[in-house]
């Protein structure tokens, strides 16, 4: 399925496969060259490995990975369904520091949301991104310029714009 | 009243601007009805009966007269020469043209005004007590806290894609006008015992097809906590609650699966794992704080000879009064209700004149301000006493001056079948029967106060099971069926009403609110108003009068 971020479309080098036994106790999403079998998995260079989870996944049990893991991938079934904004917040806020992939049909008026919930690419499926040309993910991305909640990554912070004018008054 | 900054309006015209290019991109097909859809719901864009509807945005209900003004502009310009009050302190338009939305929001944003999140599974437009700034025991204005909150949930990027939508209101009073017991989120001003201010915060309140009353999640949270405890609140269950079933998805289904005690924990447990920066929220409450001082009222007794002497000559006045005003803070001011309640009329319904006729008199007699109460009427919150008989022989003028809030006949109708696709049965005709049956304003004064609430189906978006007296229309079979509750309440004794037996059919149910009333009049001791003789009473002695017949 296409690949992007905030360069555009981008080469996806991972590959999906599916295991018999997951590491964890969801299913792993890929990592390429990689044979079959769980105990393998735990010698691979952290860089190589990534998985992915459903968006009702327990936090606590993906947390240990986190060092060792180079991406996760969010399930997201539906655009409408938004639990997996707050877990990239989660996954970001409890330290994760790998890339983070929302998979599923996201659509373009999405991405600088994603993008504030920690997110860095999203891979929705064709026959959302065939809808969807380039141009209009890069427009969405700018169309708000500056927000009012604190702590997100994105565009700029009005509460933080609207201090930096009161400190140049005084 | 709260000015946009540069930054606010900035904000709203790239918001307007970002909905024009949605918009577009569904005419030419980039877009798909179903990805379309949230989309326009998050600006207030239904797909309605016979005509898309536009609900607009009025922040804690709070409005200048030049706003009121453009309402009517827009009124006659876009829809038929009338808007629709709403439950939700907002107006709504039903005969815009999809084409028209996107001039429709730039008017709006040149009066600093939007339709940001007045509809769709969001944080909704925040209310509040539509008396704020005004009401004589309230501990800080609520509207401060209704603005952060506004600017906090507008386009939160973690929170437009929830289970369901998520309403919060914030009063500042004993006396609940915000009914924040039946919201997802209340917030109480309160003050501690070491005489601090602060939010005591309730959740999972709501009324829709599983009424429910909200808990006590924090007593006690300190002002400059606000917002993370919201965004830890919101978190929890954002996560957890349901999504497989939309009529079990609000955060009221949660609360009652989990526990309070486990809620309130898992929100604890987010919260303290929160980034919290205080100074910069209590910078910005200071900030916000400043439009919200108190107005440059005028010196005056507390007592004004004209309101005294009117009142003495012109009953229809001293009738208005004694049902419409409301004491202020301030000596020599008070608080008037305009009511949308004429006989006849649609609840909530203000033609663009009258519209601007009540901006002309907030102008001149209100310092510019008005609110919009969950009732379906307008308030003029500053009024000199003084002043009060001209007020009142303007509103006249135009047909504002029915003197019935909260009388039997200030009834709150959703659409119901006239205009929306949802209902099961007709709701503003069941509404104008009651009102014109106990039109006699006589009849009304011996009735004394007395909510009814009508929905046109099981959403209850007209508040039906908070209302004294509350009706449900239903289908049954093909006909429409209304279902009566009794005993259900929107302030601090916040109750939900019990449902008293079979339903009625369209031609019935007039009469039966008639044998409600009379048994509560037969009923009564001295004094009491129907709640309290219901109250007293149960709801077998209503009961039996209105099925013994049957
Ligand atoms: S209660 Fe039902 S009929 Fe009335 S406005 Fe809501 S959805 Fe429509």
Redesign the pocket.
Known sequence: MPLRDDDGPIEDRWTRVSLGEALVEFSILEFSGVDERGEEIETRKPSALGFHVANDVDVHTVVPWFERVALISVDFPSFADGRGFSLGRKFRAMGFRGRLRATGPVIADQYAYLRACGFDEVEPPERVSNRQPEAHWKAAAKAITAGYQRGYPGPSNILEARRAARDIRR | MYRYDEFDAAFVRERSAQFRDQVQRRLTGALTEEEFRPLRLMNGLYLQLHAYMLRLAIPYGAMRGEQMRHLAMIAERYDRGYGHFTTRQNIQFNWPKLKDVPDILDHLADVEMHAIQSSGNCIRNTTSDPYAGAAPDEIEDPRITGEMIRQWSSLHPEFMFLGRKFKIAVSATEEDRAAIKVHDIGIQIVRNEAGEAGYKVLVGGGLGRTPMIGKVLREFLPKADLLPYLEATLRVYNLFGRRDNKYKARIKILVHKLGIEEYAARVEEEFASLDKSPELDADEYRRIAAYFALPAFKAAAEESVLLERMQREDAGFAAWVKRNVHPHRQPGYAIATISLKPIGGAPGDATAEQMRLMAAVAEAHSLDELRVTHEQNIVLPHVRKDELYLVWSKLKSQGLDAPNKGMVTDIIA???LDY?N???AR?IPVAQNIAETFADPAMQEKIGPLSIKI????????HHHIGHIGILGLDKAGVESYQITLGGESTETAAIGERVGPGFSYGEVTGAIETLIETYLDQRETGETFLQTYRRVGLTAFKETLYAAA
């Open positions: 959703c659409p119901g929306c949802l209902a099961t709701s929905s046109g189906c099981i959403n209850a978006c007209g």
